[in-house]
Every structure is written in structure tokens, then in C-alpha cells.
């Protein structure tokens, strides 16, 4: 069965960097483009970045253009996405999600994993 | 690119419906026939209910229905049950560029 897990959310100070994993199994990762979406505490859900099937290409968010990169290693199976310049408004859970072969909508997500900036 | 406007509250009791309504713009909404809807219930991770507007996954059951008219997309819960109980959350797609709007988000309540 299809299944994504996040990892790598924290605690750290506004300005500095992390970067989520999100690995995945039970399908052909590397025939799929796939997104993380984020939801502030108490908040909706954003779209924040997607990536093609073969990384040649990826959008952002206006939010976090600039700050946050996504790439994937399909020989890993796993999604990352690179956050530098973390400011308090990026305080949230984070999910990766697949997206539809061929299609727009979002058919698998991961539980998420809580990323906190905060001083 | 703003987010799709959702009611923010509907209730109903155990067998009636609901619907839940989701506005947006013509480059979104209304451009595509792309809308899809979540529930996630509290510290869950999203479900897709419905996609490409009134489309059903398997195991969603036939009492979620979605349509769209204009700029305005709907979800409707038929014969309410306590389990759907959730929030709900519509999400159009918006060109390559934004890709993806969701909505602001619609707490249902089962009385």
C-alpha cells in the first residue's frame, strides 16, 4: 500500500535553515510529481512546492519562493524539502503528498511533521 | 493567488445534508475542471472525498457529492452520519505556476 512518512521537523530559531524528508513506498516513486502542503496551527491547509516526476520541474508558493527549495531522489525513493531563512510564519505541520498520475488533486498524504520557528 | 472562500461553519443532524460551498475566481475554480475535496478529522492527515469536481475514490461513500457552477464549487454530505463529522477543505487547481488554491476551510458539525 501506497505510504508516505515525513521526518526531520524541529524547534529552531527564526532565520535558520532545516530540511524535511519525506520517504515513500508501495508505488513507483519515480513516476509521480509530488507536493508538500503545509497547515499553520488552528489554520487551512497551503500548497507550498511541487516537483515533476524527474525533478525538471518545480514551482513554490509566493510565501516561500526564494527561501525553500524541493528535490527528490528517485533512487532513495524520498522527497526533501530544503527551508532556509525560516521566519515564525512558517510554523507549521508539513505534509508530502502524491500527486494524481496525469490528473490534479493530491490521492496520498503522509501524517506530517511539525515544524516550529520560534526563539 | 487567495485562497478559496468557504463557509466557515455548517451543521446538521444524524440523516440530513449538507452542503458546503466554495468560491473562488476564474482562473481557478472556474478555469478548470480540477476541484477536489479533503476531510481531515483533528491531528489527521488530510482524505481525498472527491476530485476532478464530482468524482468518487473507492471506499468514499456515494453519499458525498460534489458539483460545480461558475466560479462555485459544492460539496454535499447526504444523510449525515457522526463520522463526518470533520473538516473539509476544497482545493482547485490554478495553472502551472500556483498549482494548487485550497479553500479557507469548513468545520462540520453533526448535532
Known amino acids: 500500500q501506497v505510504q508516505l512518512v515525513e521526518s526531520g521537523g524541529d524547534v529552531v530559531q527564526p532565520g535558520r535553515s532545516l530540511r524535511l524528508s519525506c520517504a515513500a513506498s508501495g508505488f513507483t516513486f519515480s513516476s509521480y510529481a509530488m507536493h508538500w502542503v503545509r497547515q499553520a496551527p488552528g489554520e487551512g491547509l497551503e500548497w507550498v512546492a511541487v516537483?515533476?516526476?524527474?525533478?525538471?520541474?518545480?514551482y513554490y508558493a509566493d510565501s516561500v519562493k526564494g527561501r525553500f527549495t524541493i528535490s527528490r531522489d528517485n533512487s532513495e525513493n524520498t522527497l526533501y524539502l530544503q527551508m532556509n531563512s525560516l521566519r515564525g510564519e512558517d510554523t507549521a505541520v508539513y505534509y508530502c503528498a502524491r500527486d494524481s498520475y496525469g490528473e490534479y488533486f493530491l490521492d496520498y498524504w503522509g501524517q506530517g511533521t511539525l515544524v516550529t520557528a520560534s526563539s | 493567488q487567495s485562497a478559496l472562500t468557504q463557509p466557515r461553519s455548517v451543521s446538521g443532524s444524524p440523516g440530513q445534508s449538507v452542503t458546503i460551498s466554495c468560491t473562488g475566481t476564474?482562473?481557478?475554480?472556474?478555469?478548470?475542471?480540477?476541484v477536489s475535496w479533503y476531510q481531515q478529522h483533528p491531528g489527521k492527515a488530510p482524505k481525498l472525498m472527491i476530485y476532478d469536481v464530482s468524482r468518487r475514490p473507492s471506499g468514499v461513500p456515494d453519499r458525498f457529492s460534489g458539483s460545480k457552477s461558475g466560479n462555485t464549487a459544492s460539496l454535499t454530505i447526504s444523510g449525515l452520519q457522526a463520522e463526518d463529522e470533520a473538516d473539509y477543505y476544497c482545493c482547485s487547481y490554478a495553472g502551472s505556476y500556483t498549482h494548487y488554491v485550497f479553500g479557507t476551510g469548513t468545520k462540520v458539525t453533526v448535532l
Open positions: 476564474s482562473s481557478d475554480v472556474g478555469g478548470y475542471h480540477y
Open positions: 516537483i515533476s516526476y524527474d525533478a525538471s520541474n518545480k
